[in-house]
């Protein structure tokens, strides 16, 4: 962007700067004067009184120049006086000396002189003095010293004080002082100085440090600047006090900087305070505009890879955002306070911006991420006139955020793809009778988790669209949904609830489409939901829809039904509740009994029904539901080993079918075993009996050399799971689900059919077929294959 963008009246002067800046640039090239032995001082000269300069002038090694108090020096023509030797302007604060231009090209309407050139071998001492219409004040390689309580003036010209290789001396009581400055007042190259004071008016820059330029300064002063400070890479600056009015830009960097500046006060009508372009090592503290003073945008960062600002209480100007993140590597913003803006947070890039108490009061819009960042927000107050913004970023996680708006506030928090965590999050606004439009939380091809979050006042509290998955736990939505709102609206996506209390809206829960949770799953999923002061159905369900509720509110709406609609129901509590839906199935509450094969209760197992989870106690006990009539599947796991088992109301005990220490393990009819996530060994034997099945998944087992697996009819079934080991011999008829999914095995496997077999599986070790037996293999053989009479 063009850091030198006119913003307001006052900048119109510095443009004019700029603008006669670049026309000296264009005019460098005229011809200069040749100098004669005439202008070559080889001894001490001075000037003094009234002195015309009217071809260049070189002070030559061992000579020295002093040019008196109160001298008044007029050069001119276009040229310079080169320092070779020394230089000493002795004025004094009641008797200045005065250095100015008079000579003017034809095209220009202000006179113009090339300025003092110190070289690697010259010095200048340079008392109080005005320095005027030259290209440069003063353009040092050599060594350059400001007397002791003295403020020497440049006035414009490009560069007041350009320090390249040179040295700079500025004693704690004197400064340096510019006024139009095309370019900058002091720039730094390939040097280091201390400076207590530099002050700068209606110029384009105060500072400008190039590589290998280093600044340590006290204070800096701008009034109507176009860039406060800019610092290119492989600087480096220090300044505790940056006092800024009427700037547009106050800091820019690009590139890597160790930047510190201790605070920046803003007076009148402001751009960009903090602007960083690729930058890294930038540290700011304390922003302030004072009374009266704004800000056009507090930080704006392009491709940042890091940097810090801390303790900000800034006014925008009402136009644009507080902040413009654009991050590729972080950015840390803490203690941020902004008011007056159009906007709050715009997010780009791929980095991740940490952003801790920043409380924002826009006109507009709060938030708006996209791409590939990340965004780290916490301990903030937003309000807006507006609307809350979109969250279109890969990932968020916001903690202790409240959000809230006036009652023309119809757009909440969208969350648009990427994944987003919320803790401790209020959105509200004030509800008024007549809204019909307002959503809080919009969430559409995301993942997102609620925990502890409060949506208040909205007609429409929580809508999820296509491919949304909203897990939530401590959600609460209340205050608004009159004539046909609805808490929570589920059209197209999943909703999952540990705990959910809804009120007021007409409706609890609607669900017009969804997408289910897990394979055959239910869409909505809740396991505590609490209601009150619903005016119409609190479960409203729609054609072809799934809900699974393990507490249904009952009575506590106005209406005849608390779910009513097509689709499918499974839904606990009272067994009183009202319930009108194509189909639906109550819960009942069970309490079962965790054990091992030998009787034992097992602490810690995880069991689930339902899509319900719990972890069993010391003695092993759990409560879960289950269907009140008919057969509920629940899984209990203990240490990577797991059994399905088809319990009802009469099922007291589920037994985990853990590892034999010894002998064999044989896993009987009606029971599902499932090894899980390792590695696992058995002593003996593995048989399966018909209708017993063993899961593999990310899963391997490993039979001793001399051992046998052999399926009476059962399956063996691997989600990336392996056998390894032992032999497969499974008798005159191999079962068809002897292996099965994905599965790689290998250990010698011997197939005996009258006809056909089949297999799944990657087959590494021998394969051997019985006569007249025919194997078809779903996968891959990598072993021998040892075919009998008539086999294939």
């Given at each position: ?129 005005s320095i005027t219409h030259s290209r440069g004040g003063f353009d040092v390689a050599g060594d350059l010293s400001i007397t002791a309580g003295m403020n020497p003036l440049v006035e414009g010209a490009q560069i007041g004080y350009r320090i390249d290789g040179g040295s700079l001396s500025v004693p704690s009581d004197s400064s340096l002082r510019c006024t139009d400055s095309a370019i900058a007042c002091l720039s730094l190259a390939s040097t280091s100085a201390e400076v207590p004071l530099v002050e700068a008016t209606n110029s384009s ?397 097992v602490f810690g197992a995880e069991v689930e029904s339902l899509g319900f989870n719990t972890t069993s106690a010391t003695d092993g006990s759990v409560t879960l539901p289950i269907l009140e009539t008919g057969h509920t599947a629940v899984t209990a796991t203990s240490g990577g080993i797991g059994t399905t088992q088809m319990t009802d109301s009469s099922s007291s005990v589920i037994q985990i079918p853990l590892l034999p220490t010894s002998g064999d393990w044989r896993i009987s009819s009606g029971n599902t075993a499932i090894l899980q ?116």
């Open positions: 962007m063009d850091k030198r963008e006119a913003i307001h009246p006052a900048s119109m002067r510095r443009l004019t700067s700029i603008l006669l800046g670049l026309l000296f640039l264009g005019l460098s090239a005229a011809p200069i004067l040749s100098v004669t032995a005439s202008q070559n001082i080889t001894s001490n000269t001075v000037w003094s009184g009234s002195h015309v300069v009217d071809q260049a002038v070189i002070v030559a090694q061992g000579a020295t120049l002093t040019i008196a108090a109160g001298a008044d020096i007029e050069v001119s023509e276009d040229v310079t006086i080169t320092i070779q030797g020394n230089l000493v302007i002795e004025g004094t604060e009641n008797n200045p000396s005065e250095i100015y231009g008079t000579f003017r090209y034809p095209t220009s309407d202000r006179p113009v002189w090339q300025g003092f050139r110190v070289d690697s071998s010259g010095s200048a001492v340079i008392g109080q003095s820059a105060i500072v400008l440090l190039n590589p290998d330029g280093n600044l340590t300064a006290l204070e800096l002063i701008g009034d109507d600047i176009g860039i406060g400070v800019q610092i290119h890479g492989g600087a480096n600056l220090s300044v505790t006090h940056l006092n800024l009015t009427d700037a547009n830009v106050g800091v820019s960097q690009t590139g890597a900087a160790d930047t510190w500046i201790g605070s920046i006060h803003l007076t009148g009508e402001n751009g960009i305070v903090v602007d960083w372009s690729s930058s890294s090592g930038g540290v700011i503290d304390n922003i302030v505009t004072t009374s009266g003073g704004t800000v056009r945008e507090a930080i704006h960062t392009e491709g940042v890879v890091d940097g810090f600002v801390a303790n900000v209480t800034v006014t925008g100007s009402g136009v644009y955002p507080a902040l413009h993140l654009g991050v590729d590597g972080s950015i840390d913003i803490h203690s941020f306070t902004g008011t007056g803006f159009s906007e709050g947070v715009m997010l780009r890039g791929s980095g991740t911006a940490n952003l801790d108490e920043v409380d924002l009061s826009v006109s507009n819009r709060l938030i708006d991420t996209i791409g590939a960042a990340t965004l780290h927000l916490s301990n903030s107050d937003w309000v807006t006139t507006g609307k809350f913004g979109t969250l279109a970023s890969a990932s968020s996680i916001l903690i202790g955020v409240n959000m809230s708006g006036t009652s023309a506030v119809e757009d909440g928090l969208e969350l648009i793809t990427g994944d987003h965590h919320l803790e401790n999050v209020l959105l509200e606004r004030p509800y008024t009778a007549s809204d019909r439009a307002s959503t809080g939380l919009r969430c559409i091809w995301s993942d997102t988790d609620l925990t502890s979050v409060q949506l208040i006042g909205w007609h429409r509290g929580a809508v999820l669209e296509q491919d949304a998955h909203v897990t939530a736990r401590h959600l609460n939505i209340s205050g608004g949904g009159r004539d046909g709102g609805t808490s929570v609206m589920v059209d197209g996506g999943s909703f999952q609830a540990t705990s959910l209390h809804t009120e007021d809206a007409d409706h609890g829960i609607e669900v017009l489409n969804g997408s289910s949770l897990w394979e055959d799953g239910p869409s909505v999923h809740i396991d505590q939901w609490t209601a009150a002061d619903h005016r119409d159905i609190t479960l409203l369900m729609s054609d072809e829809t799934s809900v699974t509720v393990r507490n249904l509110p009952t009575f506590q709406t106005t209406a005849t039904y608390d779910a009513f609609g097509d689709g499918l129901l499974f839904w606990g509590g009272s067994s009183s509740g009202r319930v009108s839906v194509s189909e639906s199935h109550h819960l009942i509450e069970h309490d079962l009994i965790v054990q091992d094969l030998g009787g034992q209760a996530d390792g590695n696992f060994t058995i002593p003996g034997d593995l048989i399966i009996e018909s209708g017993a099945a063993l899961y593999l998944v990310r899963a391997t087992l490993m039979l001793n050399s001399n051992t046998f697996y052999t399926s009476e009819g059962g399956q063996l079934f691997g989600e990336d799971g392996s056998i390894i080991g032992g032999a497969g011999s499974h008798g005159s008829v191999f079962p068809p689900l002897a292996y099965s999914g994905d599965l790689t095995v290998d250990q010698p496997v011997e197939v005996n059919c009258t006809e056909n077999a089949t297999a799944d599986g990657n087959f590494l070790s021998p394969l051997t077929i019985g006569p007249d037996c025919t194997l078809t293999v779903h996968g891959s053989v990598n072993g021998d294959v040892i075919l009998s009479t008539g086999a294939s």
